[in-house]
């Protein structure tokens, strides 16, 4: 069963601070990861991808994959009010994505 | 707007009707997925289309679901029989073709919220 780890949360970040969302993932053959971010009522929206270990950088979010740890993680900077929303981690299984259960992100003001 | 689209976006129903939704996805992607969504959890996957060509289907998928893709353009899932346990939004989802630049991303539409009384 290939499986994909968030911590539920609610993680509270005070606004301007870095958010750091993680996850992990069982599969060793999985070769793209993504970052959903989800807002109540919403569908999920594709953020950030990554398909090399390192770090990649758009904008205030950075996405870091470690493949050896089978580690994902989302960092975003200066965070927002509107960045308050369930970030759901996706790691791709064949054709298709399995998707964890989302952490909910909430910006103090 | 050229994004995916689903339709109902809201469909209320009493245990035991039948329900169909329908998801059109962004014209030139060849690939179609269904998810299924409940409150606190990541989507699930349900099935996948390349093309008009059905090629997987989750477990979670019971024999009261079927979807189609007739002309490999848009998609209907049906739920026969509907019970309170399928009360869930139903996303659908798009991928262009192998060797585009976006192949690994799928882009969703809005949803379906079903609720089963």
């Known amino acids: 069963q290939k499986e994909v780890e968030q911590n539920s949360g609610p993680l509270s970040v005070p606004e301007g601070a870095i958010a750091s969302l993680n996850c992990t993932y069982s599969?060793?053959?999985?070769?793209?990861f993504f970052w959903y971010r989800q807002y109540s009522g919403k569908s999920p929206e594709l953020i950030m991808f990554i398909y090399s270990n390192g770090d990649k950088e758009d904008g205030r979010f950075t996405a870091q994959l470690n493949k050896a740890s089978q580690y994902v993680s989302l960092l975003i900077r200066d965070s927002q009010p509107s960045d308050s929303a369930t970030y759901l981690c996706?790691?791709?299984?064949?054709?298709?994505?399995?998707f964890g259960k989302g952490t909910r992100l909430h910006i103090l003001p | 707007d050229t994004g995916v689209s689903q339709n109902p976006r809201h469909k209320i129903t009493k245990r035991g009707q039948n329900v169909t939704f329908r998801c059109d996805p962004i014209?030139?992607?060849?690939?179609l997925y269904w998810y299924r969504q409940t409150l606190g959890q990541g989507p699930e996957f349900l099935t996948y289309f390349q093309n008009e060509a059905q090629l997987e289907k989750s477990r979670l998928l019971s024999d009261r679901f079927s979807a189609e893709r007739p002309k490999g353009s848009f998609s209907t899932l049906e739920i026969q029989r509907t019970e309170q346990g399928d009360s869930a939004m139903y996303l659908c989802?798009?991928?262009?073709?192998?060797?585009?630049?976006?192949?690994?991303?799928?882009?969703f539409g809005p949803g379906t919220r079903l609720t089963v009384l």
């Open positions: 599969d060793r053959g999985s070769q793209s």
């Open positions: 014209s030139e992607h060849n690939r």
């Open positions: 996706a790691v791709n299984a064949d054709d298709k994505i399995i």
């Open positions: 989802a798009s991928s262009p073709s192998q060797g585009a630049p976006s192949y690994n991303e799928q882009f």
